[in-house]
């Protein structure tokens, strides 16, 4: 019989990997939020390209959580790191004893709050809770159940929320993806999140080619030199407020190289140099996980970390602040801030540490 894998979003991510492991060999349920997306899937059959080609069937799409993890070893939640307190409120009373949960990634901090909210709505279970430092694949899905997987990373880390489980989620990671490797703590995994530098200040910056909905590349177009150069400077804020919890993250430059073997001699040549890049398109809409993933999940805390450690961050602050203007909503407010994290007793560990 087949192990069961539950993959959970149908974005571009969750059709990639659900594609990927039935490919593998196993049997993947697919978790779709509304009933009426779950609809639009008309064949369970799905044809993935780029980096593996073939024709897979998906044993199950479906919106209904509990049909979907039932008896699934892994559970691999592939959905916009803002919604992770709605898929753990969702997942709660469905969970069993064992299983394995990878937030794919986890951003900042994420297991923390994917914990508390299985805490809060009465989860009993005995899981074991991990996340990644980024996505495995750099991937897109331009059409229902045809995804493409420009690039399998190089490198893949991953942590356990309760580290006397790390070797055991490795173990299970390793059955899918060769590449991937334990990480020190949440922390390093938190704090290694690039996606926001990446997304956020390229899509302010380029808003309104992106209102206007003009069809460019996101990388190769959407970060000019000028751009790289914002780019450099909020990484190395990440980085320092990193060290400040005692932790050494890569930088962005080191990230591509590690990742996309990408060299060049400053940042916009190396991503000029990813090849997985090349293709990428821009978002259509202002409304777009680049902005409301990324700030919430990725600047807001780490910002939040630095204000703790007494670390500036000047240019995360510019950019949450602009995109709390230009979006009409409070950023700071709504994301992993000091009142939903504990970032104190961090630094009490680095401190003892």
């Not at 509990?66 to 919604?83: D, H, K, N, R, W």
Request: hydrophobic letters at 40%.
């Amino acid at each position: 019989m087949k192990k069961k894998i539950a993959v959970i979003s149908s974005g571009n991510g969750g059709q990639s990997m659900a594609a990927y492991f039935a490919y593998l060999g196993y049997s993947v349920a697919l978790y779709v939020r509304e009933p009426e997306r779950a609809m639009m899937f008309t064949t369970n059959r799905f044809t993935i390209s780029g980096e593996v080609d073939a024709e897979v069937d998906i044993d199950l799409i479906s919106y209904d959580m509990g049909e979907c993890i039932e008896g699934a070893y892994l559970i691999m939640v592939t959905s916009p790191a803002q919604y992770h307190p709605i898929v753990a409120r969702t997942m709660a009373p469905h969970l069993e004893d064992g299983q394995a949960i990878i937030l794919n990634p986890g951003r900042t901090f994420g297991t923390l709050a994917f914990a508390a909210v299985l805490t809060d709505f009465g989860c009993t279970a005995d899981v074991m809770l991990g996340e990644t430092d980024t996505f495995a694949f750099t991937c897109r899905c331009p059409d229902l159940g045809k995804p493409e997987i420009y690039k399998i990373k190089d490198n893949l880390r991953v942590a356990a929320h309760d580290t006397s489980y790390g070797e055991t989620l490795l173990g299970i990671l390793r059955g899918l993806f060769g590449m991937v490797s334990l990480a020190e703590s949440i922390l390093y995994t938190g704090f290694s999140n690039i996606g926001m530098i990446f997304h956020p200040m390229p899509i302010l910056m380029n808003i309104t080619r992106v209102e206007a909905k003009e069809n460019f590349k996101f990388y190769m177009e959407g970060i000019s030199p000028l751009v790289a150069g914002m780019l450099e400077k909020m990484d190395a804020e990440r980085v320092a407020v990193a060290r400040a919890y005692g932790i050494f993250v890569p930088t962005a430059r080191e990230w591509l190289v590690d990742s996309y073997g990408s060299r060049g001699d400053t940042l916009y040549e190396q991503i000029q140099n990813t090849h997985a890049y090349k293709t990428v398109l821009a978002p259509v809409d202002i409304d777009t996980r680049y902005i409301f993933e990324d700030i919430l999940t990725g600047c807001v805390p780490t910002s939040c970390a630095g204000q703790a450690a007494g670390i500036k961050t000047e240019v995360l602050d510019t950019l949450i602040n602009w995109a709390s203007i230009l979006y009409s909503r409070d950023f700071r407010a709504e994301g992993r801030n000091e009142k939903l994290i504990d970032f104190q007793s961090f630094l009490n560990e680095a401190a003892v540490g």
